[in-house]
């Protein structure tokens, strides 16, 4: 049992199993214990049974928070590796705008030049003005079409469009970039090919179309009345199992919406059409390829206030961590949801 795991060889459980025991032990010899004895070390049993229960869960708890911490340096690995390219990219188009600008210091005001001396020239003939005007205006072209090969090359790169390889995944994701766009927002993807292939190897496309669709369409609506807007969005493996993860800046989840995920529809926004059915289509795709769902809320958004974690570990499990721990878990009355505190303590 894996998270029964502890560095410390020495450790309390080890020592409460040693102690049960030695009480088992004792109470099975030949001596046969006076009735006070024997009541005293059942009594000592239930303690052992007490205290190991209590340890189990604190192991179990500690488990879940090193994953959690594994999987938060994994993803912001990927985001700084994705950082890196990104300024590699804007270091090239900042080196290309440079030597552009640097070449245009010299051409333009020798092409001012000329233009000015064509203007106050007085030629003899009118063919050798209409020849003269025709060298500066094809130059003049020249240099232009240059710019504009130059400029459209950096902006078709800017504004390229996702292209995993999965021709429905990728409408889906430029689809959902322009309505992000629309809001002024920005929406970025990192998807890792190797991810993305075994992920399309345990899940059908439809259903990593359907599962992306419902989770970016509820992130867009909890971005609405919100100054910041951003939702980025993560493909990638840690271990041996793929992950989904989209993190936005929109309000957290309301309490009742936590509690009741999978078991009712819930909505924040009825009024505007919302039916809940979104969640609960992400709730049935998760029991149908038994994958564990985190949900990850942030005090302070740094720059996401919560992150939607999808593990296909076939464990099924549903996870909130979170620093309203204190406010969720007297309402938590189904024992399939666990609530951690999101403080960065393992202890």
Known sequence: ????????????????????????????SDN??????????????????????????????????????????ESLRNELQEKVLLLDK??????????????????????????YEYLRSNPSGQAETMSQGTLLLEELQHLSENRHNILYSLSFEENENFATGIVPLDALLNY???????????????ISPSALSQ???????????????????NAIIC???????????QIYRHGKYPFIELSDSGIPF?????????????????????????????????NKYKASLHITEYETACPFQKKITLLFDRKNQYL?????EEAIKPFVQRIDMHVLANNGNLD
């Open 32 to 73: 046969t214990p006076s009735v006070k004895l024997a009541a005293i070390l059942h009594l000592l049993l239930a303690i052992c049974i007490i205290i190991l229960i209590y340890w189990w869960q604190s192991q179990l708890t500690k488990a879940y928070r090193r994953k959690l911490q594994a999987l938060e340096l």
């Open 1 to 28: 049992m894996t998270f029964l795991y502890t560095s410390q060889f020495a450790n309390y459980g080890i020592f409460t199993c040693l102690f049960y025991m030695l009480i088992l032990s004792y109470m099975h």
């Open 90 to 115: 804007l270091q090239r188009e900042n080196n290309e705008l440079s030597r552009l600008i640097h070449k245009d210091n010299k051409l333009i005001p020798a092409m001012e030049n000329a233009v």
């Open 320 to 324: 909130i961590y979170t620093w309203r």
């Open 223 to 233: 971005l609405s009345d919100c100054l910041s807007r951003d939702i980025k969005l």
């Open 176 to 190: 959902m970039n322009k309505r992000i766009a629309t809001l002024r927002g920005n929406f970025t993807a990192s």
């Open 254 to 286: 309301e309490i009742s919406v936590l509690t009741d995920l999978g078991i009712r529809a819930a909505t924040t926004h009825a009024e505007t059409g919302g039916t809940g059915i979104g969640l609960m289509d992400v709730w049935e795709l998760k």
């Open 199 to 217: 992920l399309s190897e345990i899940v059908s496309v439809d259903d990593i179309v359907h599962l992306l669709a419902d989770l970016i369409e």
